[in-house]
């Protein structure tokens, strides 16, 4: 109990101080999977977990989530980390070249074969090999890649030497195989064979709280691989990368903060700046507005309709309050900020907000 007493102890002054953003291990490429939301960190602790244990894993999520970085950092953290790293996205080979590509072949194998080639399991031998895209390979090779992942063996394309190794095998796909297998496009037993472990990346319209993030990185790192100096989001623009659908999930995130790190003239990036590195937010910002003006015409209407005395004073005031207050929200209360925003001296901000706020 007394050492118990000493740890804790010897923690609390940690636990006290911020957390720092949550990042599994990077990838080679520098890269790093980086969350704060609940669904990344449960899956930085089935990471964890799954990291030291020699199982099958299905990783699932939309194209873009950052499913290979999921796969490099269980490698990372195994007991393979001295071992290699070998990734193949099986939809990006040709058919008749994927055999080849996965199993190797001997030389005059097949026409321009002058060689004995190894192929991708016996490359990650004692390591780990990553299949990208899974859903998409084709059936024949299905039933062999069923048989090493059941006896650990296979012959290269070819050839009679019966080849052993010992790799993990981690999957990957943006497709619901159940429905691949109700079709026929895909084999159960497969299916079962990969998918001892399944974790499901979220897409980023799932974890919006982890965008700021993840933009900061971004942004940073390009900066940095560019030789520019650091850009930072405005609170606006910010808010914009929130509201986005994001249906290029991280990768669209990413490609976005490039841009603006290359294109955008000042260091802080604004809503403008934003609007042409994703067009997305200019042709909402253009919706916004159209909507803004509906409503205000709706309301003139029925005001003038039912009589209203002092419409245009009344429509002012309130078009003010509104204006001041969403600046001074967006900008945490500082009133120089807001003011700049609105493009209103600090004197002028303070005398629109009247008494009872100017004291605050």
């Known amino acids: 109990m007394d050492e118990a007493v000493a740890l804790v102890q010897r923690a609390l002054p940690a636990a006290a101080a ?46 873009g989530t950052g499913k290979e ?10 007991p393979r980390a001295h071992k290699p790293f070998i990734a193949l996205n099986t939809a990006a080979i040709p058919a008749e070249l994927l055999e080849s590509e996965l199993f190797g072949h001997e030389a005059g194998a097949f026409t321009g074969a002058t060689r004995r080639q190894p192929g991708r399991f016996e490359q990650a031998d004692g390591g780990t090999l990553f299949l990208d895209e899974i859903g998409d390979m084709p059936a024949a090779l299905q039933t062999r890649l069923l048989r090493v992942l059941a006896e650990g063996e296979f012959f290269r394309v070819g050839g009679r030497e019966l080849i052993r190794v010992d790799v993990r095998v981690i999957a990957a ?20 064979r990969l998918d001892v472990v399944r974790l499901r990346l979220p897409p980023l319209r799932e974890r919006r709280e982890d965008i700021p993030l993840l933009a900061a990185r971004f942004l940073e790192d390009a900066a940095r691989t560019l030789g520019l100096p650091p850009k930072r989001l405005s609170a606006a623009a910010l808010e914009r990368l ?12 990413e490609n976005v903060c490039w841009r603006l790190a290359a294109l ?13 590195a994703l067009p997305a937010v200019a042709a909402a910002a253009a919706e916004d507005d159209d909507g803004w003006s509906r409503a205000l015409g709706d309301w003139a209407r029925r005001a003038l309709a039912a009589g209203t005395p002092d419409l245009h004073a009344q429509a002012r005031e309130r078009f003010d309050r509104v204006l001041l207050e969403a600046a001074l929200e967006l900008h945490q209360g500082h009133r120089g900020e807001a003011a700049q925003a609105l493009g209103l001296s600090r004197n002028t901000l303070t005398r629109k907000l009247g008494p009872s706020r100017a004291r605050r």
Do not use: C, K, Y
């Open 264 to 276: 955008a003239p000042g260091e802080t990036v604004g809503v403008a700046d934003l609007a042409q």
């Open 69 to 78: 970085l999921v796969a490099r950092a269980l490698h990372r953290e195994s």
């Open 18 to 63: 911020p957390a720092p953003p949550l990042a599994a291990v990077p990838a080679d490429t520098g890269q790093a999977l980086v969350g704060q939301a609940p669904a990344m960190r449960a899956l930085f602790r089935a990471i964890g977990r799954l990291a030291q244990v020699p199982l099958s894993v299905l990783i699932t999520g939309e194209t």
């Open 242 to 253: 929130r509201a986005h659908a994001w249906p290029g999930n991280v990768r669209e995130l």
């Open 173 to 192: 796909t943006h497709q619901p195989l159940e429905a691949l297998v109700e079709q026929g496009r895909f084999r159960a037993d497969l299916l079962h």
